[in-house]
C-alpha cells in the first residue's frame, strides 16, 4: 500500500492592515484582517523539505501591506481582487490564491455637533466579509468573489413560533406560538463567474443586501428559523441578478423565560433570561437552478460557511 501526499495549501492568516488616507486633514480608515492561501507545487516542501518553491508566508504579510500602501484599499473586493492576482500571476509556482478580507467600520467621532477630522470611534458590530479566489494563469485565469457579513446580532421580540415539531421520548421542549427569536447571522454570497471584472459596486452591493436581510428577518412571521433564512436568501437572489448563491448561517440565541412564580410575580412574556450555550445551529444554501456549473476553483471559493 502506497502512502501518498493529499491536497495541501499554506498561507499567512490575519494580518492587520490598517491603511491612514492623508490625502487631507479630513482623514479616512480601512482597518483590515486580511489572510493568504496559496495552492501550487509544493510538493517537495512536504516530503523532502526543500524549500525552493515555497514563498514565505512573511513575503504575503509584506505584500498586504505594500499593496495598501500602492494600490490603495478602495472596495475590499477589489483589494483581495489585486492580492490574489498577483500571487497567482506573479510568483513562478503558485497556481491559485485565495485571499479573505475582514473589514471593521469606525465612525467619525462628533463634538460639538462637528464631525472630526481624524478622530473615530468602531462602527457597530457585525463585520463585512469578502473572500476572492484566483485560479490559473493568463488568460484561463478565473475569478471568484464571495461577499458577506458575519457578527449580525438581530432580535424580535414577537412574530416567532416553534411549534408542530417532531417529538420523541427525549423531547421536553414546550411548543409554543409566540418567542423571542435572537442571532448572530453569517452569511456569504458568491457573484457569477465574469463578474469580478464586471463593474459592480461593491459597496453598494454589501449595503442593499444587508438591507433586504434585516427587512425579511423583522418581516417574516416565523415558523422556524430555516424558514427565515430561507426568505432572507430567496429575497436577496430575487434583488440581485449577479448573486448565484448565497449562505446563511444563525446560531439561534435562546431566550428562556424566567421563573418568577416564586416571589409571588406573574411574567407574561417580559422576563428572559439569555442562554448562550448550548444553542441550536441552523444553516442554509439558497441558490439559483440555473447557476453555472462549478469551475476547479469551486470548493475554495465555496467554503465560505
Not at 483581495?80 to 510568483?91: I, N, P, S
Not at 438581530?154 to 412574530?159: E, N, Y
Not at 443586501?209 to 430555516?226: G, K, W
Amino acid at each position: 500500500m502506497a502512502i501518498v501526499l493529499g491536497g495541501y495549501q499554506y498561507g499567512k492568516a490575519e494580518t492587520r492592515v490598517v491603511r491612514i488616507c492623508r490625502d487631507s486633514d479630513w482623514h479616512e480608515i480601512r482597518d483590515l484582517s486580511v489572510s493568504t492561501s496559496l495552492r501550487g507545487d509544493f510538493t517537495d516542501a512536504h516530503t523532502s523539505g526543500n524549500q525552493a518553491h515555497v514563498l514565505p508566508t512573511d513575503s504575503q504579510k509584506n505584500t498586504c501591506f505594500a499593496y495598501a500602501k500602492q494600490k490603495g484599499v478602495g472596495e475590499i473586493e477589489e483589494y483581495a481582487t489585486e492580492l490574489a492576482r498577483h500571487f497567482v500571476d506573479d510568483v513562478e509556482f503558485v497556481h491559485g490564491a485565495r485571499v479573505d478580507v475582514d473589514e471593521y467600520r469606525w465612525d467619525r467621532v462628533t463634538a460639538g455637533g462637528t464631525g472630526q477630522a481624524h478622530t473615530f470611534v468602531r462602527a457597530g458590530q457585525d463585520v463585512r466579509t469578502t473572500a476572492v479566489t484566483a485560479e490559473g494563469k493568463g488568460r484561463d485565469q478565473r475569478i471568484w468573489v464571495v461577499s458577506g457579513l458575519t457578527d449580525l446580532v438581530v432580535l424580535k421580540s414577537t412574530g416567532s413560533e416553534f411549534s408542530g415539531f417532531l417529538k420523541d421520548r427525549y423531547t421536553t421542549l414546550p411548543e409554543t406560538t409566540d418567542r423571542i427569536m435572537a442571532t448572530s447571522l453569517t452569511a456569504r454570497w458568491l457573484y457569477g463567474p465574469g463578474h469580478a471584472a464586471a463593474g459592480i459596486s461593491w459597496g453598494d452591493a454589501h449595503t442593499q443586501i444587508r438591507q433586504i436581510l434585516l427587512e425579511r428577518f423583522a418581516e417574516v412571521h416565523s415558523r422556524a428559523l430555516q424558514q427565515t433564512l430561507w426568505e432572507m436568501g430567496k429575497a436577496v437572489l430575487q434583488a440581485r441578478s449577479e448573486v448565484t448563491e448565497i449562505r446563511l448561517s444563525a446560531p439561534n440565541k435562546h431566550h428562556f423565560l424566567a421563573d418568577l412564580a416564586p416571589f409571588g410575580l406573574a411574567n407574561p412574556g417580559e422576563v428572559f433570561y439569555a442562554a448562550d450555550r448550548p444553542y441550536g445551529l441552523i444553516q442554509c444554501a439558497v441558490t439559483r437552478d440555473d447557476a453555472p456549473p462549478p469551475g476547479p476553483a469551486w470548493q475554495s471559493a465555496q467554503a465560505f460557511i
